[in-house]
């Protein structure tokens, strides 16, 4: 019956009706012929409940169908059938599944939002107006008064404001207000449908009440009351009661009456009103109100009225209404004969050519003159939106308002005539009042309240910063406007309160209304009821006015109907000139001490009083910031500085209520500087006047301040014969000069907070007075964008003086909003979430920190617990990021009077702060701000909130809809000038390469104009099309993101989604695939088939399958020789040969590298290559977010997983945890509905948790969580020494045997499935390699060396070479630092092999960047420096590509000690610049240890510093105790080593003794690795010069230092078996210890043996040293003497030292005593 070929639908009827005639189904029969398919629908439905999942079954298919009547048809079929299955809410979705994944119903609204079949464009319209309306002839203007006869309806739902005030209050996204609007509408809808079906008139909805009329001749009333309880019997059996889904029950009661009455419309030519007057209007809602719920009451004329033969009632006691028990029911053809009977007008009955028609209104062909009247009576919100096109669901939202409820109490004895004349004018002074601050009248209604209006401040489009001050004074303006130019209303009263309420549209698609409701709309009206004749306030909108306590006067607390606790609540009274005196217009100190984040401000302050106070120079400072930026706070502070530094403060406030008052500045300015603020009289204030003011002026002028300062000075004859021009010119004059003499008293600061709000009077006379006086004076001012009014042209002036200084008040820096949220909370400690949540969503600004601490502090979403004295914080992952943040020591000794009492702070367990809804006061801050912009600007942000914090304009532009390129460029540009979007780096980017570097010429210069142009323009274009921004304030983008209906915010994240599935991958140059390797395969054919087809990304499957095609063909097809342990000793000069080979071989293939970076790369950096930060940060992670907003927790986890892993490969482990604990709390959301994980991914998520805490510093638990994930993948590690030795022999087996096993192997298809798992163990292993190996202990080092063992047997049963490859370096690295030089070298050289066979650039710029970090580390352990520097720097050249930090600081390590061994100084530094930058973030600890180390290896041996000696100690000593260093015992013993030497060197050895002794105990935990070596070569010399210091001074412990030297050198020369490059170092020490103990023959086959060693290996760092000892051992004097001793400490910079300088070494002298005169004891 719904189709659109008018044939099939009747066709569809007369089957219809002939089933019901088979089945005997009277009333189905008489539905099928009227064609009422909703009711046939819900007959269906409610006569067989057993079989709604059958019909949700049978109407699915018809959501695909392209008939819009059908697709229509069925949304409301499932919406009967859905409330039938509520308690089977899993069902229902299991069965919709489906349906809501294919992309038609992705895109297609729900019934109330789509456009009917029947429904005109005039039509959408006709839906907000009633039929009264309607009734009129449109095209002229509707008569003032009408007087016609009818019935009365009035219905209110109780619950509905319970129910709104539970979404309010929610903290959760998932309660917004889409949600319940349906709840509303749902239920609106069904009891509107009814009364429209019995031939009812929704006049208005009274927020949760609906008044309807039947407009009938006064015979027809009896008849017409019939048909009314008709359908209110009908109404209330099925809707009495209807249960929510928040657990709130609806219910309805009923209240009726009869009689005459008339309509008045009210308004102005813009906008108009109507409302039903008469005695018929008071007796429904007094009726109403005897109702409870489920009953129907009529009033007494009513029943008077209503044929009562046919009517069961109960009198209501003490009442003359009466209550309906029960009523005998009418057919359906008798409800027919009785509408035949009415003579209504045409548009309010049912056309019998228009089956399913609720409403003929609806169909109103267009008409210019008809539309033109009706949208008079619109609300302007709502036509903004219906001009914008935008769907009814977008005007609904939980918004915070100011609502003014105004009450108009007329007189006792007025007529009709007079009080429609009454109303008329107040409504049009009301409007009058209102529009300047676009507020707007929502309802008039003339109910027992007298004439009530109901008007709103911040609806859509007219959001305000300073609503509730608007408010209050529109409320005082029309209660006195109103009360004194209206005669014939005897009292008005105001009541205004401010917070959350739903505004939108209440009612049925074919009428309905905009409406706001709530608790606090309800507060608003008792208010107005309770505080008679005044404008009395909450304390929501006391507070948010921030007005002075003096504008208020607290009212008695009274009891009110429907609220339980009103709160405080006030009286505004207004401003007044009597309020200047006796006030104090500055705010006190702040309770919390020391003002925050504005040291500079403060010295700014500081310098010029001081400079005023000495020189008696003038100044002006002018602060200027946002709404919340704290000037208030700045100003009172200054204030305070200012009085303590001996000066008189004259601090005034001011408000927006002072620029509409002349001289009102100017007034409280000089009331303060004259002293009259205290006093409280008339007389006191005269003679106050007269001892300040005398000489100045004539007594006979006195008289002209009587209005300024409210005093009584005789009107003098002068001064009476003034016109009034000649007055107000005195006036001027007397003020300038009572100025003047003020500025000029010595000693004065003038403090104005909320200059701004000066009004232009006073101004003027400053200027006049400020231009040539010297004056100390500061003021604030709000940001000018955030300004209702510009400055007037004397503020201007002011402002350009060149003794005034403007400074723009910034955001406070992260660590300052998180000390003052320490302040507000009175805590030591902050959980890292809520410092991100804090840092993120104040933007910096501290009123917003405040309201956002106040906001969770108020949802209990806070928890609270003492700190004791020694607590340490837990070795746990909860705690990982955790940061204790001192607060002031203020604040600490009040939270703490005897170091008792102090708190840490953590959020509840059950809150995640990314998803919580903004507080509403910087909702309304941020709205404000949304509202002030164009439609356009509005929608193109409000689809960016969708997307996130960051977003590309390509996806910007596939989710808008309809829009073009041009429209989406204008609207971009406009609010990137506005600061509300940036662009990002991304396109950055473009414009830095065509940066000129140094030495360029002037290449821009010559240029012409028209090339410049066109370069800009297509650097424009692109950026516009291919751009990343970023929004400026994260409070905008989460208000815009709020304003969504769910169902239309769930559809364009599924169509994100889509979008983005086709770049989750790494980029090219880090080889393709997913960030954990082989991701899509572990999740078997369900992850691909549900991507490939629900989303169809087909290019990146094909990415990924491309890279599964490169992994094929890199397959090992046989494993070098060399692998297998029986292979026997391998020669070591082949070995080196061979390795040295493939270094060669390495810069072939890379030839088209630069050798060495030119000095601008390495300042500025080159053109990054590598995506892979923009891939996670614009795809990834939005990903994650929008499966999550759509539901689907299995994708949602899979994007979180793949973030993680992606932020670790960029090497940002703050990031990867903050997506791993959301992945953890989804992992719990998913086990309460009884799922579970794919044991990979749980696998996974452990793995991930050990690399992150692995990175953080937290061994031990990262090496739980990394062996629990190997058990999950199959792949145990052993927890003992039993159980390791064990597994050793099986893995030294398998690997023996692996080649052996190859032919067996699984199929390709299951090997395939294997992957995912073997790279993840392979993953696992290597971090339980690197953990083991930080540890001393040598079962630890047996760990070590197992796990890099069964990483290579996982690699090559895997059969990926390049993973091969990789396991060899990385096993060849273990046996480095395990001292093992022969596997070292062997599996170095099976590297190398396999390196000649493998595609190294196939697997991406990665992999190949690891190969030449691990082949230069090679190649300089092994002593070719050269080699080793080459390699280096094409390393480099990768990782900058790559922009990967993490491996950037490994290679400039590297790099800098083979250049340093070298002596090329100036490559050094540029390293060292490059590492310095790469180091500077605060979490790059380890880096920075190197940094500093290489800082220490320059001062000791070249003779020029980078940084000086005591920033390298003051680095030690603030960092050695940080986990992340102490994990690092090799750096460690670096560092302590360096400091030792110089202290030795310098023969300081108070200082020497404690990094002497630290660097000792380290020595046993540390390796063979590069950094161990050259660190154990630092100890040996310190031991070096204790033994020649105890040869000198003391003997007898010269013993004990010679066997400690030997027995380390000894050591020390093991350990460089694996890093043969600091051989020379080694043997040069020894030489040095030899020759002290006498033994020169061994001293000088020491020193020829190094110096063999410098050149083989090319290092002449030791060589000339080497050259420089013998020299002066064995000739006695040096060439230079001892210039290191003469230049230290304070060594120069590279380009300030003298080659001779850079050449310098320290001498090793030997010992004062004669070498044969040394003690016996210690002779070699």
Same mark, same amino acid.
């Given at each position: ?36 398919? +909703? ?174 009329? +039947? ?87 009513? +029943? ?658 309809? +829009? ?246 960029v090497s940002d482990n703050y990031l990867a945890f903050r997506n791993l604990k959301k992945a953890e709390v989804l992992r719990t959301l998913v086990a309460k509905k009884g799922n579970a994980l794919a044991c990979f991914e749980e696998a996974t998520l452990l793995s991930l948790k050990g690399e992150v805490c692995y990175h953080m510093g937290q061994t031990e638990l990262a090496k739980t969580t990394i062996r629990k994930a190997l058990s999950l993948l199959k792949r145990k590690f052993p927890t003992t020494s039993t159980g390791a030795a064990l597994q050793l022999v099986l893995e030294k087996s398998e690997h023996a045997s692996h080649k052996k096993n190859r032919d067996s192997s699984v199929p390709q298809e299951a090997g395939r499935q294997r992957l995912p798992w073997l790279f993840r163990q392979s993953h696992c292993l290597s971090l339980l390699r690197q953990l083991f190996s930080l540890e001393s202990a040598a079962g630890s080092r047996r760990l070590s060396r197992l796990a890099a063992l069964m990483k290579v047997n996982t690699a090559e049963e895997s059969e990926d070479a390049s993973h091969v490859l990789l396991s060899y370096l990385e096993y060849a690295l273990c046996c480095q630092n395990l001292g093992c030089r022969e596997e070292w070298l062997q599996y170095g050289r099976a590297a190398m092999q396999l390196s000649a066979e493998v595609q190294l650039f196939g697997g991406g710029v990665l992999n190949t960047a690891s ?104 680095f030690v000593e603030q960092n050695e105790a940080n986990c992340l260093l102490q994990a690092q015992s090799s750096i460690l013993l670096g560092l302590y080593s360096s400091l030792a030497l110089w202290f030795a060197r310098l023969g300081q050895w108070d200082n020497f003794q404690k990094p002497f002794e630290k660097a000792r105990r380290l020595l046993k935990s540390t390796g063979a690795c590069l950094v161990a070596s050259q660190a154990c070569s630092r100890l040996l010399e310190c031991h070096s010069l204790v033994l020649k210091k105890d040869m000198e001074h003391s003997l007898w412990r010269a013993r004990e230092s010679c066997r400690r030297a030997l027995r380390l050198a000894k050591e020390v020369f093991s350990r460089c078996s694996t890093s043969p490059v600091f051989y020379p170092r080694v043997y040069h020490l020894k030489a040095y210890i030899f020759l002290m103990l006498g033994n020169e023959e061994q001293s000088l086959l020491c020193l020829n043996q190094g110096l063999q060693a410098c050149e083989d290996h090319g290092n002449l760092l030791e060589k000339t040293w080497l050259e420089m000892s013998t020299e002066c051992w064995f000739t006695g004097k040096g060439r230079l003497g001892d210039l290191w001793l003469k230049t230290a400490p304070h060594f120069p910079h590279l380009n300030q030292a003298k080659p001779e300088v850079c050449s310098s070494r320290y001498l090793l002298k030997l010992p004062a005593l004669q070498r ?9």
């Amino acid at each position: 019956m719904s189709e659109q070929n008018q044939r099939a639908a009747q066709a569809a009827q007369k089957a219809l009706v002939s089933a019901a005639q088979l089945l005997k189904w009277e009333e189905l029969k008489q539905l099928a012929r009227t064609g009422e398919t +909703w009711k046939i629908g819900e007959y269906l439905v409610l006569r067989d409940r057993s079989r709604a999942e059958q019909y949700l079954h049978q109407s699915l298919p018809y959501l695909e169908k392209p008939e819009a009547s059908l697709r229509e048809a069925s949304v409301k079929f499932l919406g009967l059938t859905g409330q039938q299955m509520k308690q089977r809410k899993e069902k229902v979705e299991q069965i919709c599944n489906g349906a809501l994944c294919t992309p038609r119903a992705l895109t297609m609204s729900c019934a109330w939002e789509r456009r009917s079949k029947h429904c005109s464009e005039l039509g959408e319209v006709a839906a907000y107006v009633p039929d009264l309306i309607l009734s009129e002839d449109l095209r002229h203007e509707a008569r003032c008064v009408q007087n016609f006869h009818g019935v009365l309806l009035f219905a209110d739902v109780s619950g509905f404001t319970a129910l709104t005030e539970k979404f309010s209050q929610s903290v959760s996204l998932e309660r917004g207000a889409d949600e319940l609007t349906q709840t509303l509408n749902d239920y609106m809808g069904d009891i509107v449908e009814e009364l429209l079906g019995f031939g009812g008139d929704i006049l208005k909805f009274a927020g949760d009440a609906v008044l309807v009329l +039947w407009r009938v001749r006064e015979t027809q009333l009896r008849d017409t009351i019939s048909l009314v309880l008709q359908c209110c019997q009908q109404i209330q059996e099925k809707y009495s009661v209807r249960d929510t889904d928040v657990g709130l029950k609806l219910r309805l009661k009923i209240g009726i009456s009869a009689g005459h009455m008339s309509l008045l419309t009210v308004g102005d030519r813009k906008e108009q009103h109507f409302l039903i007057l008469g005695k018929a209007v008071g007796e429904v809602w007094q009726a109403q109100n005897l109702a409870s719920a489920s009953d129907v009451i009529l009033s007494a004329s009513c +029943w008077e009225l209503c044929n009562q033969s046919q009517v069961k009632s109960k009198r209501v006691k003490g009442q003359g209404a009466v209550k309906v028990t029960g009523m005998q029911r009418m057919s359906v053809s008798e409800r027919e004969d009785l509408f035949s009977k009415f003579t209504r007008a045409q548009l309010n009955c049912r056309s019998p050519e228009m089956p399913g028609v609720l409403r003929p209104a609806v169909t109103l062909a267009p008409h210019r003159a008809q539309g033109k009247v009706l949208r008079k009576y619109i609300p302007a919100s709502v036509l903004r939106k219906i001009d914008d096109r935008q769907p009814l669901a977008c005007l609904s939202e939980l918004r915070p308002v100011t609502c003014l409820f105004v009450k108009l109490q007329f007189a006792a004895k007025v007529n009709l005539t007079q009080i429609c004349k009454a109303i008329q004018d107040s409504s049009m002074l009301i409007l009058e009042i209102l529009r300047p601050h676009k507020g707007e009248i929502n309802k008039i209604s003339m109910f027992d309240k007298g004439c009530t209006l109901l008007c709103v401040f911040g609806l859509p489009g007219g959001k305000l910063p300073c609503e509730s001050v608007c408010a209050l004074e529109s409320a005082i303006k029309i209660s006195t406007a109103c009360s004194g130019r209206l005669g014939k209303i005897e009292a008005v009263s105001v009541g205004v309160t401010s917070g959350t309420a739903f505004c939108g549209v209440v009612g049925h698609r074919v009428r309905h209304e905009y409406t706001v409701m709530g608790q606090k709309v309800n507060l608003a009206a008792r208010l107005m009821e309770h505080y008679p004749g005044l404008v009395s306030c909450d304390a929501a909108t006391y507070a948010a006015s921030r007005l002075p306590r003096s504008y208020f006067k607290e009212l008695p607390k009274a009891q009110m109907k429907g609220v339980g606790d009103p709160g405080t609540v006030y009286q505004y009274l207004g401003m007044s000139q009597k309020l200047v005196f006796g006030l104090d217009l500055m705010e006190e100190r702040s309770e919390y001490g020391p003002l925050l984040g504005r040291e500079k401000e403060i010295a700014l302050f500081e310098s010029a009083l001081k400079a005023y106070g000495t020189c008696h120079e003038s100044s002006i400072l002018a602060f200027e910031g946002v709404l919340g930026s704290g000037k208030s706070h700045l100003l009172t502070e200054l204030a305070s500085l200012g009085q303590a530094a001996g000066h008189r403060v004259v601090a005034v406030e001011l408000t927006e209520l002072d620029l509409k008052q002349v001289y009102s500045a100017l007034r409280m300015v000089l009331a303060m500087a004259l002293g009259l603020q205290s006093c409280q009289s008339c007389s006191a204030r005269q003679l106050v006047l007269q001892a300040k003011l005398q000489g100045l002026m004539a007594e006979s002028s006195y008289c002209l301040l009587n209005d300024v300062f409210l005093v009584k000075f005789p009107l003098s004859t002068a001064v009476s014969q003034m016109s009034g021009t000649q007055r107000q010119m005195e006036l001027e004059l007397v003020l300038k000069k009572v100025l003047q003499k003020t500025v000029e008293e010595d000693g004065v600061v003038f403090v104005i907070d909320n200059a701004h709000c000066i009004d232009s009077p006073s101004w003027s006379l400053m200027w006049s007075v400020l231009r040539d006086v010297s004056i100390f004076m500061v003021m604030s001012f709000t940001a000018s964008h955030c300004r209702r009014q510009r400055l007037c042209q004397a503020a201007v002036d002011i402002l350009k003086l060149p003794k005034t200084s403007c400074v723009r008040l910034g955001e406070l820096k992260p660590s300052a909003v998180v000390q003052k949220a320490c302040q507000e909370l009175g805590v030591v400690s902050l959980p890292q979430d809520l410092e991100t949540l804090l840092t993120q969503r104040s933007y910096g600004i501290p009123y917003y920190c405040e309201e956002l601490l106040r906001y969770l502090l108020g949802h209990d979403m806070l928890l609270f617990h003492p700190l004791g004295k020694d607590e340490k914080r837990e070795d746990k992952w909860e705690s990982l990021f955790t940061s204790v943040t001192e607060a002031s020591t203020t604040t600490a000794a009040r939270s703490s009077s005897a170091g008792k009492d102090r708190r840490v702070c953590t959020m509840r367990p059950a809150v995640t702060p990314q998803n919580t809804v903004l507080p509403p006061t910087l909702k309304g801050i941020a709205l404000a701000e949304l509202d002030s912009m164009k439609p356009s600007e509005q929608m193109v942000l409000k689809c960016a909130a969708i997307l996130g914090l960051l977003f590309s304009t390509e996806l910007l532009f596939h989710i808008l809809p309809g +829009w073009s390129r041009a429209k989406l460029n204008k609207a971009l540009n406009a609010l990137v000038r506005c600061n509300i979007l940036k662009w990002l780096n991304a396109a950055k980017g473009a414009e830095e390469s065509s940066v000129p570097t140094e030495g360029s010429g002037t290449s821009l210069e010559e240029e012409s104009d028209a090339q410049k142009s066109s370069m800009e323009e297509s650097k424009q274009r692109a950026r516009l099309e291919s751009g990343v921004l970023a929004f400026c304030a994260p409070l905008l983008q989460e208000a815009a993101y709020e304003l969504w209906p769910k169902g239309q915010r769930v559809a364009l994240h599924h169509k994100c989604a889509a979008f983005l599935e086709r770049h989750t991958h790494k980029c090219q140059c880090c080889g393709g695939g997913d960030f954990v390797a082989f991701h899509r395969l572990a999740l078997g054919s369900t992850q691909e088939a549900e991507s490939g087809e629900e989303h169809g990304s087909d290019c990146s499957w094909r990415n990924w399958e491309a890279s599964l095609a490169t992994s094929e063909e890199m397959k090992l097809d046989e494993l070098p020789a060399s692998t297998d342990a029986s292979s026997g000793v391998l020669k070591e000069k082949s070995c080196l040969e061979e390795i040295f080979q493939a270094a060669k071989q390495f810069l072939a293939k890379t030839e088209w590298m630069p050798k060495v970076p030119s000095k601008t790369q390495w300042t500025q950096g080159v053109e990054c290559s590598c995506s892979c930060k923009a891939i996670v940060d614009l795809v990834l992670v939005p990903l994650a977010q929008h499966y999550m907003a759509v539901g689907n927790d299995a994708r949602a986890f899979y994007y979180l997983l793949e973030g993680a892993a992606a932020y670790l490969h960029v090497s940002d482990n703050y990031l990867a945890f903050r997506n791993l604990k959301k992945a953890e709390v989804l992992r719990t959301l998913v086990a309460k509905k009884g799922n579970a994980l794919a044991c990979f991914e749980e696998a996974t998520l452990l793995s991930l948790k050990g690399e992150v805490c692995y990175h953080m510093g937290q061994t031990e638990l990262a090496k739980t969580t990394i062996r629990k994930a190997l058990s999950l993948l199959k792949r145990k590690f052993p927890t003992t020494s039993t159980g390791a030795a064990l597994q050793l022999v099986l893995e030294k087996s398998e690997h023996a045997s692996h080649k052996k096993n190859r032919d067996s192997s699984v199929p390709q298809e299951a090997g395939r499935q294997r992957l995912p798992w073997l790279f993840r163990q392979s993953h696992c292993l290597s971090l339980l390699r690197q953990l083991f190996s930080l540890e001393s202990a040598a079962g630890s080092r047996r760990l070590s060396r197992l796990a890099a063992l069964m990483k290579v047997n996982t690699a090559e049963e895997s059969e990926d070479a390049s993973h091969v490859l990789l396991s060899y370096l990385e096993y060849a690295l273990c046996c480095q630092n395990l001292g093992c030089r022969e596997e070292w070298l062997q599996y170095g050289r099976a590297a190398m092999q396999l390196s000649a066979e493998v595609q190294l650039f196939g697997g991406g710029v990665l992999n190949t960047a690891s190969f030449a970090q691990a082949l230069s580390h090679l190649t300089l352990s092994l002593g070719n420096l050269p080699l080793s520097v080459d390699v280096g720097y094409r390393a480099e050249r990768l990782c900058m590509e790559l922009q990967k930090p993490d491996l950037g600081c490994v290679v400039l390590r590297t790099l800098f000690t083979a250049l340093f061994l070298q002596m090329r100084y100036p490559e050094c530094e540029a390293v060292l610049r490059r590492l310095e930058e790469q180091v500077s973030g605060a979490d790059e600890i380890v880096g920075q240890a190197c940094f500093f180390c290489f800082c220490l290896d320059l001062l000791l041996d070249a003779g020029w510093q980078y940084k000086s000696f005591e920033e390298c100690r003051r680095f030690v000593e603030q960092n050695e105790a940080n986990c992340l260093l102490q994990a690092q015992s090799s750096i460690l013993l670096g560092l302590y080593s360096s400091l030792a030497l110089w202290f030795a060197r310098l023969g300081q050895w108070d200082n020497f003794q404690k990094p002497f002794e630290k660097a000792r105990r380290l020595l046993k935990s540390t390796g063979a690795c590069l950094v161990a070596s050259q660190a154990c070569s630092r100890l040996l010399e310190c031991h070096s010069l204790v033994l020649k210091k105890d040869m000198e001074h003391s003997l007898w412990r010269a013993r004990e230092s010679c066997r400690r030297a030997l027995r380390l050198a000894k050591e020390v020369f093991s350990r460089c078996s694996t890093s043969p490059v600091f051989y020379p170092r080694v043997y040069h020490l020894k030489a040095y210890i030899f020759l002290m103990l006498g033994n020169e023959e061994q001293s000088l086959l020491c020193l020829n043996q190094g110096l063999q060693a410098c050149e083989d290996h090319g290092n002449l760092l030791e060589k000339t040293w080497l050259e420089m000892s013998t020299e002066c051992w064995f000739t006695g004097k040096g060439r230079l003497g001892d210039l290191w001793l003469k230049t230290a400490p304070h060594f120069p910079h590279l380009n300030q030292a003298k080659p001779e300088v850079c050449s310098s070494r320290y001498l090793l002298k030997l010992p004062a005593l004669q070498r044969e005169d040394s003690s016996p004891g210690i002779k070699f």
